[in-house]
């Protein structure tokens, strides 16, 4: 029961973190590992998270799903800091633990892209598509970002444009759909 | 985002010296001031300050030529926010690469509204303000 609060009180500032508007949720939710490895890899200026992921995964009293979001966000942070051997890593561990969740391929479909291996990134966003509708805007993102670097232009606009129906706010995917749209039809 | 201070506001009339004028129409009395003790208050009342805030953003389209050559960058922009929020007077301060964001830089912030700085109730214009516009082509990752 109480790993399951867990779980919740992780999703809850997951919400409260998409959302600029709302204020941090860290201080009503106490603070662990966790939570830290979570917090950690949204600005990973360094690798002073590692240690929090390392610590909550080590103590082994994570759901299936906190422990996969966990290395998935140990990941990140590796990524971030270059690392992107380590990062994959994690990611698979992530992907092999909770499958069914879009984050993970997420995140390493961006490992794959910045290791160029562009076919298995958009495989990965593709898998978070099929997993989630809730981020669809920024797994299409992704994809129409990897397509650009596979000369699919077509397809990615068609990501893009897709994704802007999905999030019409998205001034990111906006700017980009716009430089399509200044030269017409692509070939 | 503003690159100059708020002007200080003006102060509201010298409450202190008001209740002293009153003090000396009544001689046989306490004065006002001694009542109200306002020698020791610490009176900072303000009029009320609002600064810049975006109200309307564009975001810069990202040239599609630098999408393919994979180029990113930034662009610094000053410019000044009219009375009415609208921006005018727009130029580049720096840009790296050169002139490849420019153009779509200026595009957008002209089209942007500022809700104004006011002083006491007054928008004023603000010049010199800058705006740093990053472009890049990190795909978003999923905490």
């Known amino acids: ?187 | 985002m503003p690159s100059e201070p708020p002007p200080t506001p003006r102060g509201l009339p010298n409450l202190t010296r008001i209740l002293t004028t009153t003090e000396s129409l009544l001689p046989n009395r306490v004065s006002l001031a001694d009542m109200l003790d306002t020698e020791k208050m610490q009176l900072e009342i303000m009029p009320p300050v609002k600064d810049l805030a975006p109200l309307f953003v564009v975001q810069p389209t990202y040239p599609f030529a630098a999408v393919m050559k994979e180029i990113e960058g930034y662009v610094l922009v000053q410019f000044t926010v009219r009375q009415n929020g609208t921006v005018a007077n727009a130029i580049i301060l720096d840009s790296e690469p050169r002139s490849i964001f420019d153009d779509a830089a200026l595009g957008a912030i002209r089209k942007f509204k500022f809700l104004p700085r006011e002083v006491g109730g007054d928008p004023m214009t603000v010049a010199a303000v800058q705006l740093r516009f990053a472009f890049t082509l990190e795909p978003a990752y999923a905490p």
């Open chain 1, 1 to 187: 029961m109480r790993l399951e609060l867990r779980t919740s009180l992780l999703l809850t500032l997951a919400l409260f973190a998409a959302d600029p508007a709302q204020p941090a949720a860290s201080t009503s939710l106490g603070s662990t590992d966790a939570l830290r490895c979570y917090q950690e890899s949204m600005f990973p200026f360094s690798n002073q998270g590692i240690d929090f992921c390392n610590n909550a995964i080590s103590h082994g009293d994570l759901t299936r799903r906190d422990l996969a979001a966990t290395y998935s966000n140990r990941g990140i942070i590796h990524a971030k800091n270059g690392k992107f051997e380590k990062a994959l890593e994690d990611h698979d561990r992530a992907v092999r633990l909770k499958p069914d969740m879009p984050q993970v391929h997420i995140n390493r479909g961006n490992a794959l892209y910045h290791t160029h291996e562009y076919e298995h990134a958009l495989t990965e966003f593709d898998k978070a598509i099929a997993t989630d509708a809730g981020l669809l805007p920024t797994s299409l993102f992704n994809k129409a970002l990897t397509l650009i670097k596979l000369h699919r232009i077509q397809e990615a606009r068609s990501a893009l444009e897709t994704a802007l129906e999905a999030d019409p706010e998205s001034r990111r995917i906006k700017g980009i759909l716009d430089g399509f749209d200044s030269l017409g039809e692509p070939s």
